[in-house]
């Protein structure tokens, strides 16, 4: 009978042998992109808190009030006694905001996508993916029981043949990320929008890293593409994080009210998960009115990437060009892509190294993520840096 605990002891060895072991990292902030990790001072470019209002004044002062007044946790599932006025408006709020009929607000974003997606979706029914999909999405589609159709990166036709291809499907879901975490492309959402309505299918985009970013007031990708309120089909369902740019965390989903409501009713995550507490849910209204209000975080934002941008371009990898604030810097093999991050690191710079299996093999890189809380000279000593390592 082989040990159990010798079995992972091998397994984490080999990962190890691989350069897959990952490792944490404790995390002090100390002011705008500067934290200090494991006692030693670094200037981070991998948060996801573009607009860099994890630590506003606003948001914090808005938690602490609604601490004192429903204290620091929500005691049970929203169904029971966890869902207070607090989560009510902030629903309320993310669905006009968004420009939706209604909005489903859960305490993480990867509960979001894993419970709605199994909640739309069923045996006898279709699901039909991006490649580049977030993992939180694939889970949701390996648990929904639905058959999978998975199509290549932004494919059009091949999302068309795969719709055509499942006519006899009781009820079609198109799932994809809005803006692609690892490499920050977009979703081309109004082509794939239109051929959901031309094939009579459910269209569900994850907008985690353009909400707050993208759009007329930071209102995502949608309003990016001039997808406005009103205008909205009601298959679109609508999912977008709130642990980044808004700072906080969770995430809401919005869409249609029977939609909504059907989520409310059948998606586990929904209903068999402490709620979020009502602070988070207050820092969020907060947010909220700082992402409208704040035009200046988002030009700041496109200002700092042009200037990386700029300087990339004069670097020997690959720097595809984003309109996000996610900056790939490909480097190809796992070893290349550690070793870059070290010399940075030894430089006091934090910028992670991405690897398999979070993206596909031989596409290891540097994922760069820009913030509002970023300075120009930032960017400057990061360029310089890289362009040191690049010899
Ligand atoms: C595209 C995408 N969707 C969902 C999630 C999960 O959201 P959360 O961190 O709130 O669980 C993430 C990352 O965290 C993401 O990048």
Not at 84 to 104: D, Q, T, Y
Not at 164 to 174: F, M, Q, S
Not at 221 to 233: K, Q
Not at 337 to 364: F, K, N, Q, S, Y
Request: aromatic share 6%.
């Amino acid at each position: 009978m082989p040990d159990p605990i010798e079995d992972f002891e091998t397994a984490l060895g080999e990962l190890d042998a691989r350069q897959l072991l990952r490792r944490r990292r404790a995390v002090m902030p100390i002011d705008g992109a500067r934290v200090m990790v494991d006692g030693v001072e670094r200037l981070a470019f991998c948060s996801n808190d573009y607009l860099g209002l994890a630590q506003h004044p606003a948001l914090i002062e808005a938690a602490r009030e609604a601490a004192l007044r429903y204290g620091v946790g929500a005691g049970a599932s929203p169904l029971v006694s966890g869902h207070s006025p607090e989560h009510e408006s902030l629903e309320a709020e993310l669905a006009a905001f968004v420009g939706l009929p209604r909005a489903l607000y859960f305490y993480a974003g990867y509960a979001a996508n894993s419970g709605c997606i199994p909640a739309l979706v069923g045996k006898g029914d279709a699901l039909i993916a991006d490649a580049l999909n977030h993992a939180c999405l694939i889970d949701g589609a390996r648990l929904s029981g639905a058959e999978r159709h998975v199509y290549p990166h932004n494919d059009l036709a091949a999302l068309e043949r795969a719709l055509v291809e499942t006519r006899g499907a009781r009820r079609r879901l198109v799932v994809a990320d809005a803006v692609f975490s690892m490499d920050g492309d977009l979703a081309p959402l109004p082509e794939m929008l239109a051929l959901c309505e031309r094939h009579d299918a459910l269209l569900m985009v994850d907008d985690a890293h353009g909400f707050g970013v993208l759009g007329e007031g930071g209102r995502g990708t949608l309003s990016h593409f001039g997808l406005h309120a009103g205008a909205m089909p009601s298959r679109l369902i609508y999912m977008a994080t709130l642990g980044k740019a808004a700072g906080v965390s969770g995430a809401f989903v919005a869409g249609a009210g029977p939609v909504i409501e059907w989520l409310l009713q059948k998606a586990r995550t929904y209903m068999f998960a402490t709620a979020a507490p009502a602070m988070g849910a207050a820092a969020l209204r907060a947010s909220l009115r700082v992402i409208e209000a704040d035009d200046w975080r988002r030009e700041r934002l496109s200002a700092l990437h042009a200037q990386l941008a700029a300087g990339l371009a004069t670097l020997p990898w690959p720097a595809p060009t984003t309109p996000s604030a996610i900056q790939p810097l490909m480097l190809g093999d796992n070893a290349s892509a550690l070793a870059v991050m070290a010399a940075l690191d030894e430089r006091g710079l934090w910028v992670p190294a991405i690897r398999p299996p979070t993206v596909p093999a031989g596409t290891a890189r540097l994922r760069i993520t820009l913030s509002a809380a970023h300075e120009a000279g930032d960017v400057e000593r990061l360029l310089a840096a890289l362009r040191a390592v690049a010899g």
